[in-house]
Each structure stands twice: as structure tokens, then as C-alpha cells.
């Protein structure tokens, strides 16, 4: 029984014949392939009248359906369906939702967001994604900065002051802080000297008598550092200027240099070459009102002060 | 002999019709006490009402849009998913544990597969009669009356479904609004779909496939025969009782009366000419005479068969499409009964009696390790989850430390951490929630004006949080508590641990 079921089961040929006895095997595709295949073309068929599929003219087969949308500007904008419409349909709808907490942050005082737990949150939350995209390249993604180039938004030392107003100015306007060289004006003595001094009014071990030689140079017209620095060296925020009285550094690379000999040299670097390079650029033209409002929030929520 | 290709079983078997006997008895009463009282939940459960501040006011409502289960005076959050767990765990264990004990009592008993589909029974043989009515009609070539019974049969079947699928949809929105929006069609598109779905699998399953949803498709009705051990008790035929040596026989001297091809008068007939002869008898002497001839106490009157809802012969032993409904228990006591014979010709025994050369009564075998292993584990999981939703918070917390950075040097020296604290409102209604710290000087904790936060319920309050201390302090402190107390309920305060990360401690 299995034997004859076998042989009827052999390949069977097309039934030419080439130089007497050269056969070709028929075995043809199966049935319902055959007619999957088939299946596709009307599938084809269908989608063309249903996407937009054909160049025509200048333009395209723009199948049956449409997407509309409203977009930022308030007008309604109707394409036929295509991927592109339909991300910016999407993008539109949520802008369109998060537009009343926008409003509401614009109509609302700093003093009544600081008390509002909603619009805190929802500050906490967008605040974060605007940060991330526009700061978060120089500041870094939780805003500590980096020491020498891009200043801690987290710490309590604000060098042109930490108030919502101040941050809301920084943003709009952008900053550029400026340090002058004093290797061609100051001998490497006196420069030595004026680091000591430095140094010592944060508390970093030093030369005192070089200090003391610093203090009178601090606050004489050769160096002048006190116009910028104010006399007490606690810093001037109209100028950015920074305070050296504090424990904070972000020019000078103080904390990481490992002996007081090195720290105090980090200072006398940046005496000796100054700085050009404190630049925040102008958001003001870049981010909408509203925005600028919530990153400023966010900002001040991350560290800010006076 | 060979058995070729084309002797094979087709993978595919045509649905032979059941129709069962109506039957009464304890088993009976038993399921359409089940039947009556789970229909009644089912269905009325969602016009309950319930008074609620802010939800709609239905004892149990599963608010899918608003994230929250509402079952009575309970609102379940996504985040109380471990009783969803706990409560899967227990209903495994309490199936395996049944089962061991019964067996497949969860089948025969209480499977909403059987409940539905005993009630479609029922309305089948209201419309169109009792068994062999039933068969008649099968058999009988398509005529009005046929058109009309089998028709109306299944309009009312579909029905039947249709309020099953809507009472299903009502559960998850507001019942009295949904109905008036489903026949309005202002209701949501899930809402469609759902009672179309469920219309159409309850007509099939209850309806149409019956016996096959437990044959062919059901997982539990097959895992559920790994747990029988020989102690467990089933439904089974006393084959030494019923089968004698001589194999079973009709009362009379002819062998076989078999019900099923008489009408049912002729049949009556007979089961009560015979019950006046026995009864001028006593049932004893009656079977002490078929036990002289070597017969069995089965009359093989087959009624066992003609009530079973899934088509098999109990008294061919055990088998994998038995429910364990009970009913040809009951079916054979009221043939027994009629006899004066002794009951429980069929019953629930034990394999391992059952085989002892000296049956005795059937008992219930507890004093085994698996089930008691069952036992102590759903008494345990039973009292956690009772436990777990008696001593739950009305409100979640969350304080996550910002790691970017982990802490700042100020300006002065001072340390500070900062946190993020997330307080979601289980309760019912408005509350005000006080944040405090301990092992830290109070002043030390700054979260803005939020030191005390209205959350309004179901809802979520995010709270920024700084912690500042002394180089002194910083070094000592490794750890401190953040204290978060519903104001005015101190009992439900509830306190975190937290990490204080200073400039020493950096790896």
C-alpha cells in the first residue's frame, strides 16, 4: 500500500522531451500561493485608491481621506492623507493640549506659580524636556555645569544674580562675561601676589606675606580687580562679576588641583590670561514667551536665590 | 495489518447533539441554587448604587479613562496591582486545593461555561420540551412548527447573550448612562465592540458549542485531572455494585430497557408496572433475587446517559469529559429510589475505595500533604491580601533623589541634596499633606511654599525638595527620614528613609 502511495506521489514531468530522453519536472506552486499572489495585486489595487500612491501632474493621487489640523497660527490646514500631515496632526494636538497650562503660566506671577502645586508640577515636568533640549548642552542635564566652562545652576552662587527677574533677563538677553588679561599690565610677582590674596579669602592655605602685597595691589589703581570685584571681593552681579570670597569656582580649576601650591597657581592662570569666554547666548528670539517663563521657573527651582 | 494514510482519524469531528433529560434531585437543586444566585450577582451588580463625592455613584465600577477600580466603599489604583496579583494566586490555589479534594467541582459547579450553558438548556426544553420532544423535533424535516421552535430558541438564546455582553460593558461605565447611550448610539466605540463580541462568543459557547468549549478549548478542564490523586473524590459508577458478575440488566427478565427508543409514555409505563411489582416486594428481596442470578443493582435504564450535558457514560469509568456536574448522581438515586434499591449506585467516591475489596463509605481525604500544603498557603494568601487592603494608605509616596547632581557645595560650605517627592491622594476626597524630616534639623528641609500641599484625590502632587547642612552635619548624616502626614490623621503618617550624599563619601 505505502509503496504504490510513494510512487503516485512521485514528481511528475511537463511532459516534453529534449534529445530523446532530457524530461523537465512539473511541480508547480501550491494552490493557495498561487492565490495569496493573487490576493496581493487586488490588495495593491485597493491601496492605491485608498493612499496616496501615483505622481500625477505636478502632484499625486491623494487617495480618499484627509487630515486636518489646526496649527499654532490658528488656522486650519487640510492635506490629503500622508505620514507627514498626520505627525504634524499629532505634534498640533499636543501642542494644542499643553496650550492652557502655557497660558496659565504666562498669566500667572512667579510668587502665585511658586504656590500653585499644579502648575509646579506640570512647570516640573515641561520645564524638564525644554531644559534638556536648549541648556542642558552646556549646563548639563541636571544643570551642575562645568567647572571652566559653563557655570552650576544647582549651587546658591549666582554671578548675575539667582532672582526670577535676573534668571528671566539671563535667558532673554543672554550674558557675556568678560575677564581682562593681566600678564602684560602686572609682573609674574605681582600676579603671584594677587593669587595669594585670592586664596586666601576663600580659606586656601597660602603665602601670607604675598598676600598681604596682594591686598594693597587688590585695591590699588594699578590692578583695580576692586571696580569688577568690589572692595570687599565679593563680586559685582550688574557686571557678573564673580565672588572670591566664596568656596565656589568656576574659572579656576581650585577643586581640583590637589595641593594649595596648585590652587593657588589655577588663580594666578586665570589673572595672567583672563577670560573671554563667559558667553550665554539670547533665547529671547529662539523660545516663545511662555517658555522662557517655565525654563525660568525650572531654573530657579534647580538652585536659585538671590 | 498495516493501517494506511487514509484510515486516520479526521483531525476534525462533527458536533453530535446532546439533548439532556431534565432531572431532579440534590445536585439539581444545588446548581440552579449556584445558577440562580451568580445570575443575580452578574446582572444586578452594576445598577447598584453607591454614594460617591467625586466618581459616579455605582458599587462597582472599573473606570478604565480614569485609571481606578471603585468596588464599593474600595477605590483600587494601577499601583495596588499586587492584589490583582494576590488574587489570581488565591483563585489558582483554591482551584488546585478544590480540586485535590472533589475534583472538578470548579467545572460542574460554578465555570460560568456551565452556568451559561445549563441556562440555555433550560430554555431550550421550556420552548421546545423535554428530551425526546427534543429529539423529535431534531429529527423531524423542517416545517413551521420546527421553524418556530428552533427559532425562537435561539432569538431568545441571542438575547440572552446580547444582555450578558451589555451587562459586561456596564461594569465599566456608568451602567444607567450607558444603556441609554448604547440604544441612542452615543456610546463609545469599545462599547460596540465589547457586546458585539460577547454576544456573538456567549451564543456560540452557550449556545452552539457547549460541551466542545470543555472537550476541545478549555486549558483548566485538562490540567485540572493532573491534581486528582487516588483519594480524590469524584463522580463515579460502582462497577463492582452495579456490574455484578453478570454485568448489568433491566429489571425485568428481558434484558435492556432502553428508554431512549420507546416514547417516553411506554417507557413511564413500564418504570411504573415495574415499581408496583417491586414494591409488592421489598427492594431487598428484589435485589437479593438478581444478585442470586449474578446481576448487578444497575437496571441499565441508560437515564445516567440521557442527563448528561456532555454525552458520556459515567459507568464507563472516569474520563476526561466529565464535569462532575452531580447529575447522573441524581438521576440514578430517583431510579434507585423507585426501586426501593439503595442509593448511590453512582456517587462521589474515591478511586482508591472504589477498588478496596471492602468499600466503605465515602469520606473526604484531607489529611494529605498536598492538600494541606494548599490549604496553608491560601489561608496564608488570603490573610495578606485581607490584611494588605485593611492596613492600606490612603495616599502613595515616592522620593526618588535627584542624581544629577548628587549633592552641590554652596557657597559657604553647606551640603545639599535635593529630592523629588511624589504624593498621590488614594482618598475619597480633598486632603492636606505636611512634609517634615527627622534626624535633621527641621530648618534644613526647604520645599518651597509646598510644606504643606492640597492633592486633590486620585490625583498626584510633585514637590521639589532641598536638604541643606553643615559640612558638620553632612558628614555625620548618612541617612534621615522624610515625614509625609495626611493633616489632621497622624496615625496615617507615613515615614521614608533617606540617603544624604556628601563630598567624603564619593567613591
Not at chain 2, 145 to 168: D, P, Q, V, Y
Not at chain 2, 346 to 375: C, F, H, M, Q, V
Not at chain 2, 379 to 407: C, E, H, K, W
Request: proline share 4%; hydrophobic share 40%.
Amino acid at each position: 500500500m505505502s509503496e504504490q502511495k510513494l510512487q503516485s506521489q512521485t514528481v511528475q514531468t511537463t511532459g516534453h522531451a529534449w534529445d530523446g530522453d532530457l524530461q523537465e519536472y512539473n511541480n508547480p506552486l501550491p494552490v493557495w500561493w498561487v492565490y495569496t499572489f493573487y490576493a496581493t495585486f487586488i490588495f495593491a489595487i485597493v491601496y492605491w485608491v485608498i493612499y496616496p500612491s501615483w505622481p500625477f501632474g505636478k502632484g499625486w493621487i491623494g487617495g480618499l481621506s484627509d487630515i486636518s489640523y489646526v496649527n499654532s497660527a490658528g488656522e486650519t490646514k487640510t492635506h490629503s492623507w500622508n505620514t507627514r500631515a498626520l505627525y504634524l496632526e499629532d505634534m498640533n494636538q499636543a501642542a494644542a493640549a499643553q496650550k492652557p497650562y502655557f497660558d496659565k503660566v504666562q498669566s500667572m506671577s512667579y510668587e502665585q506659580i511658586s504656590r500653585d502645586p499644579e502648575i509646579t508640577a506640570f512647570i516640573l515636568s515641561s520645564g524638564k524636556a525644554l531644559f534638556a533640549d536648549n541648556c542642558a548642552a552646556c549646563h548639563q542635564s541636571g544643570g551642575q555645569g562645568v567647572v571652566g566652562f559653563f557655570p552650576n545652576l544647582t549651587d546658591d552662587d549666582w554671578l548675575y544674580g539667582g532672582s526670577y527677574e535676573k534668571i528671566h533677563q539671563t535667558l532673554v538677553g543672554g550674558r557675556r562675561g568678560y575677564m581682562p588679561s593681566f600678564s602684560e599690565v602686572l609682573s609674574a610677582e605681582q600676579i603671584g601676589d594677587l593669587a595669594n590674596y585670592v586664596a586666601g579669602l576663600s580659606g586656601i592655605p597660602h603665602d601670607a606675606a604675598k598676600a598681604k602685597a596682594g591686598d594693597v595691589l587688590f585695591h590699588s589703581e594699578t590692578a583695580a580687580c576692586y571696580y569688577c570685584h568690589g572692595a570687599d571681593a565679593k563680586g559685582r552681579k550688574e557686571m557678573g562679576a564673580p565672588n572670591l570670597t566664596d568656596g565656589i569656582w568656576l574659572w579656576a580649576g581650585v577643586a581640583a588641583a590637589p595641593s594649595s601650591e596648585g590652587k593657588v597657581a589655577a588663580i594666578r592662570n586665570v589673572i595672567s590670561t583672563g577670560l573671554a569666554k563667559g558667553v550665554m547666548p539670547a533665547w529671547g528670539g529662539r523660545l516663545s514667551p511662555e517658555q522662557i517663563k517655565v525654563l525660568t521657573v525650572y531654573v530657579h527651582d534647580l538652585g536659585g536665590g538671590l | 495489518m498495516q493501517t494506511g494514510l487514509e484510515d486516520q482519524l479526521g483531525l476534525y469531528q462533527k458536533r453530535i447533539p446532546i439533548f439532556t433529560r431534565s432531572v431532579k434531585g440534590n445536585f439539581r437543586r444545588f446548581k440552579t441554587a449556584v445558577l440562580v444566585m451568580a445570575y443575580a450577582i452578574f446582572f444586578l451588580l452594576p445598577w447598584l448604587p453607591w454614594s460617591r463625592l467625586d466618581a459616579p455613584s455605582q458599587a462597582v465600577l472599573f473606570d478604565v479613562l480614569g485609571r481606578r477600580f471603585l468596588i464599593f466603599g474600595l477605590t483600587v489604583y494601577p499601583q495596588d496591582v499586587i492584589w490583582l496579583a494576590l488574587l489570581l494566586f488565591i483563585a489558582a490555589i483554591l482551584l488546585f486545593f478544590v480540586t485535590g479534594l472533589v475534583g472538578r467541582a470548579f467545572c460542574g459547579y460554578f465555570c460560568f461555561q456551565t452556568l451559561w450553558t445549563d441556562f440555555y438548556i433550560w430554555i431550550e426544553s421550556k420552548i421546545q420540551g423535554e428530551r425526546p420532544a427534543r429529539v423529535r423535533l431534531f429529527r423531524q424535516p423542517w416545517n413551521r412548527e420546527k421553524l418556530l421552535k428552533i427559532g425562537g430558541t435561539h432569538a431568545l438564546w441571542i438575547l440572552a447573550s446580547f444582555w450578558t455582553g451589555l451587562t459586561f460593558a456596564a461594569y465599566f461605565a456608568y451602567a444607567p448612562q450607558l444603556l441609554v447611550n448604547f440604544f441612542t448610539g452615543q456610546a463609545a466605540a469599545a462599547a460596540y465592540i465589547t457586546v458585539t463580541v460577547l454576544t456573538l462568543a456567549t451564543y456560540a459557547a452557550a449556545g452552539l458549542m457547549r460541551e466542545q468549549i470543555c472537550t476541545y478549548i478549555c486549558p483548566y478542564g485538562r490540567f485540572q485531572s493532573v491534581m486528582y490523586e487516588p483519594e480524590t473524590l469524584a463522580v463515579h459508577y460502582d462497577a463492582q455494585r452495579g456490574e455484578g458478575t453478570h454485568g448489568r440488566a433491566s429489571v425485568r427478565s428481558g434484558r435492556g430497557i432502553v428508554v431512549e427508543r420507546r416514547s417516553r409514555e411506554r417507557a413511564e409505563a413500564t418504570v411504573a408496572q415495574e415499581r408496583r411489582r417491586i414494591n409488592r416486594n421489598s427492594g431487598e428481596r428484589a435485589l437479593a433475587e438478581r444478585h442470586e442470578q449474578g446481576l448487578g443493582d444497575c437496571i441499565d435504564c441508560g437515564l445516567c446517559v440521557q442527563v448528561c450535558p456532555v454525552g458520556i457514560d459515567i459507568r464507563e469509568g472516569l474520563q476526561y469529559k466529565c464535569i462532575s456536574c452531580g447529575l447522573c448522581i441524581d438521576a440514578c438515586n430517583t431510579i434507585m429510589d423507585s426501586f426501593n434499591f439503595p442509593r448511590g449506585l453512582i456517587r462521589y467516591d474515591s478511586e482508591k475505595n472504589l477498588a478496596s475489596a471492602t468499600p466503605s463509605a465515602p469520606k473526604l481525604a484531607w489529611k494529605r500533604l498536598k492538600i494541606i500544603g494548599y490549604g496553608v498557603a491560601l489561608v496564608l494568601m488570603s490573610a495578606y491580601l485581607v490584611y494588605s487592603i485593611g492596613t492600606r494608605g490612603s495616599f502613595d509616596r515616592a522620593v526618588n533623589q535627584i542624581r544629577q547632581p548628587l549633592y552641590v557645595v554652596l557657597s559657604n560650605g553647606d551640603i545639599r541634596n535635593r529630592y523629588q517627592i511624589r504624593i498621590t491622594n488614594k482618598a475619597a476626597e480633598d486632603q492636606v499633606y505636611v512634609i517634615s524630616v527627622r534626624g535633621i534639623p527641621e530648618a534644613a528641609l526647604d520645599v518651597g511654599h509646598f510644606r504643606e500641599i492640597t492633592i486633590k484625590p486620585g490625583h498626584s502632587g510633585l514637590v521639589q525638595a532641598s536638604v541643606r547642612l553643615s559640612p558638620e552635619l553632612a558628614t555625620q548624616t548618612k541617612h534621615f527620614e522624610l515625614l509625609i502626614t495626611p493633616k489632621g490623621k497622624p496615625a496615617e503618617a507615613r515615614a521614608e528613609k533617606i540617603r544624604f550624599d556628601t563630598p567624603g563619601l564619593r567613591p
